[in-house]
């Protein structure tokens, strides 16, 4: 499992990722006080995508899409819509209460795909963290709290009228009892060494430390004497054969005083180093002149998610992130040999991970990972046309309500191959409920467009005998394509007339238009088994759902 979606992360979250399919989830949202860098990260036309400020606007601005996210949590989740009622009454209806609701219906659907062995770690700033931990105590339960990891980003920070800002805040929690830990060591500080492995017998084992052999309880059973030397009051902390053993490998320091007490050497080269602990001050933040730095404003360094992902899955399980920026979790997944699956909202990010994959480990779409996109902007509907074209045919199907030409059961996506010029079909019950007609959808993703595709729909039409005909296009049609489709006449119902071939861009089906049909008709297209999604959840049946307005 290697998925790389572009798109809104709740919604690609609720329909396309199975419940308890995930080992670890790791996610770094844009911060308040990161929340221009949306804006900023533009690309190398110094255009910026309208999903990145769409995106601002939804997490950062109190709207419509946090009364919808209120009423949502109000319905299914009670406890956790009481308790943000309450602080969004407290607060206001500002940026940080607006953050803290899309958040949580957010980490709600989180908690639902993780297993119940998973692990989750959510980065922030201190300005909401405490806010976010009381989110997730309810979430999770506060018995399933971990740890607070402190991550020291930088050195020093000049704040004239506080303590210098130089840290970030990392939440763990974990879904069950179970759960995967590994255990992680970094290496001896410097002068740790030197202060407590000054030994060395030339011997070429390297520095040693001395430790004590005495049992820390007594021990009536440990006491003897080795080879003159008498044991302390509690006894030998090993039985003779062990004594003997560490004797013959040369681990015992011997004084020359036999009134002296015996010691263990511990080679610093045999030492694991130091366990990690909550506070991470061992990985500095990425340099202007590091090596692996792409240009983001707020990529982590690929050695503190290596540390996450060792410390908390084994190889083969898999990693989430829903704000996959450049694909640092990514590509440390990849390297550690995890599975993964990526999303993100822009497709500038989406570029940027597809090229790091390339480069980094000679992963491409299709030949090494699954790339899927659900495009909320039009330059991501572009984008998606020029990179993946039969991608781009099955979203704008699908968002118009059409079903892929070719699909059976419970893919949806239909095939590639020879499609006799349906590329997808609306079937819609008029609105006597007398009458199922149908709709032929013809999608074009290239530059090269004219007339010529307009009149090969029209042949599509009358051979299928379709009441409408659609052609879908990623750019602008031509004045002749116009003219084209103004001549082929109108499909009628009860007196009124529609246009029998109706044309459709990307841009339009962004804004929210729809073929042209009766007012009322009802979309029965969907009136099948729910759709099986790539990562194993069934999709929502939408059932006989009302279709578009004339």
Same mark, same amino acid.
Request: overall charge positive; glycine content about 10%.
């Given at each position: 499992m290697k998925f790389l979606y572009h798109g809104d992360n709740l919604t690609v979250l609720r329909d396309e990722i199975a419940a308890s399919s995930i080992d670890l989830v790791y996610l770094d949202p844009p911060f308040n006080s990161q929340a221009g860098y949306n804006i900023l990260f533009k690309d190398h036309k110094g255009d910026s995508s309208d999903a990145q400020a769409f995106a601002f606007k939804d997490t950062w601005v109190w709207g419509e899409e946090s009364e919808? !996210?209120?009423q949502d949590l109000l319905v299914r989740y009670g406890e956790l819509a009481t308790f943000l009622d309450e602080t969004v009454r407290r607060l206001g209806k500002n940026s940080l209460s607006a953050y803290l609701v899309m958040m949580a219906v957010r980490l709600v659907e989180l908690h639902r795909v993780l297993k119940p062995t998973g692990s989750f770690y959510l980065h922030c700033d201190p300005a909401a963290s405490h806010y976010l931990k009381i989110v997730l105590d309810i979430i999770f339960g506060a018995q399933q709290f971990r740890n607070e990891i402190i991550w020291k980003r930088s050195s020093a920070h000049n704040d004239s009228k506080r303590w210098g800002d130089i840290h970030d805040v990392i939440l763990y929690y974990v879904k069950g009892k179970k759960f995967t830990w590994n255990a992680v060591h970094t290496p001896y500080d410097e002068k740790y060494v030197q202060q407590f492995y000054r030994h060395d017998d030339g011997d070429g084992r390297g520095p040693y430390r001395?430790?004590?052999?005495?049992? $820390?309880s007594p021990r009536p059973n440990l006491m003897y004497e080795w080879?003159?030397?008498?044991?302390? !009051?509690?006894? @030998? !902390?090993?039985? $003779?054969?062990?004594?003997q053993r560490l004797?013959?490998?040369?681990?015992?320091?011997? $004084?020359?005083?036999? +009134?002296?007490?015996l010691a263990l050497k511990r080679f610093l080269r045999e030492m694991p180093g130091v366990s990690i602990q909550d506070v991470i001050t061992d990985i500095g933040p990425l340099s202007s002149q590091a090596q692996e730095r792409l240009g983001y404003p707020t990529q982590k360094p690929v050695s503190l998610l290596e540390r996450i992902i060792q410390a908390s899955s084994n190889p083969g399980d898999?990693?989430?992130?829903?704000?996959?920026?450049?694909? +640092?979790?990514?590509?440390? !997944?990849?390297?550690?040999?995890?599975? @993964?699956?990526?999303?993100?909202?822009?497709?500038?990010?989406?570029?940027?991970?597809?090229?790091?994959?390339?480069?980094?480990?000679q992963l491409l779409p299709g030949k090494g990972y699954e790339e899927l996109s659900l495009p909320i902007d039009k330059a991501g509907a572009r984008f998606l046309a020029e990179n993946n074209p039969f991608q781009f045919q099955f979203w704008a199907v699908h968002e118009i309500g059409g079903t892929a030409f070719g699909a059976v059961g419970d893919d949806r996506r239909g095939k590639k191959g020879p499609d006799r010029g349906i590329d997808?079909?609306?079937?819609?019950? +008029? $609105? +006597?409920?007398?009458?199922?007609?149908?709709v032929i959808i013809s999608v074009k993703a290239g530059h090269n467009i004219g007339p010529a595709m307009v009149r090969d729909l029209r042949g599509t039409v009358e051979r299928e005998a379709a009441a409408i005909g659609v052609l879908l296009l990623a750019h602008e049609p031509t004045k002749g394509m116009i003219q084209e489709t103004a001549q082929a006449g109108s499909y009628e119902w009860e007196g009124r007339t529609f246009p029998k071939l109706q044309i459709l861009t990307a841009a339009d089906v962004i804004d929210g238009k729809r073929p042209q049909l009766p007012a009322g008709s009802v979309n029965v297209s969907l009136e099948r088994k729910p759709a099986q999604s790539l990562t194993g959840k069934k999709g929502k049946d939408k059932g006989a759902t009302p279709l578009f307005a004339d």
């Open positions: 919808q !996210a209120m001395l430790s004590d052999m005495r049992s $820390p080879k003159g030397y008498q044991p302390h !009051a509690n006894g @030998w !902390a090993y039985k $003779p054969e062990t004594m004797h013959d490998e040369g681990r015992i320091h011997y $004084p020359p005083d036999k +009134t002296k007490r898999v990693v989430l992130d829903p704000f996959c920026g450049c694909g +640092t979790t990514i590509s440390a !997944a990849e390297k550690l040999g995890r599975a @993964w699956v990526g999303i993100d909202v822009t497709h500038l990010s989406i570029s940027l991970i597809k090229e790091r994959l390339r480069t980094d480990h997808g079909q609306i079937f819609f019950r +008029t $609105p +006597t409920g007398g009458k199922i007609e149908k």
